[in-house]
């Protein structure tokens, strides 16, 4: 049975640990995955056979906009 890329979660869950570990954590995340990083922010990645991965910029940073609450 063909299982498209979309649904294998291998390649969202290394990208989410790279996105939150260190820098040279991350590389080591992303080769060990197969992932092929296109920019380096990580916000368009490839896996091993070519599909495409986007991560909004959003997902990738700490929000500024939020009221703290005291």
Partial sequence: ???????????????????????????AIVDSAGVIVQNA???????ERGAKYELPKYVLSEPTNLIRET
């Fill in 41 to 47: 922010d990580l916000t368009i990645c490839y896996d």
């Fill in 1 to 27: 049975m063909y299982i498209p890329i979309f649904w294998m979660p291998e390649i969202w869950d290394a990208l989410r640990a790279a996105a939150d570990g260190e820098l040279s954590l991350a590389q």
